[in-house]
């Protein structure tokens, strides 16, 4: 069984920086695209970032210039580096690798 586990979310003020990370037990990462996504109450979860097995990466326009998605196969992780953080990225961020979800980490950015 392939659990993951993000962490790094919080409590930011807007223009604030977070660094998520998605850690996964098992060697998976190496096999999959790796995505990172976020849901708000009432609200379906929307793709944030991917990063390819090649390490190509896509990021949603409204995060581009300030969202970095980055992976260590080597150590099963991924990250999502956000910078200039506004109160509308405000969610629970997930990572997914192949058909495995994250429990989700808070992000909240407020004054």
């Known amino acids: 069984q392939v659990q993951l586990v993000e962490s790094g979310g919080g409590l930011v003020q807007p223009g604030g920086s977070l660094r998520l990370s998605c850690v996964a037990s098992?060697?998976?990462?190496?096999?999959?695209?790796v995505g990172w996504y976020r849901q708000v109450p009432g609200k379906q979860r929307e793709l944030v970032a991917v990063i390819s097995r090649s390490g190509h990466t896509n990021i949603v326009d409204s995060a581009k210039g300030r969202f970095t998605i980055s992976r260590d196969n080597s150590k099963n992780l991924v990250y999502l580096q956000m910078n200039s953080l506004k109160p509308e990225d405000t969610a629970v961020y997930y990572c997914l690798v192949g058909s495995y979800w994250g429990q989700g980490t808070q992000v909240t950015v407020s004054s």
């Open positions: 098992g060697s998976i990462f190496s096999f999959y695209d």
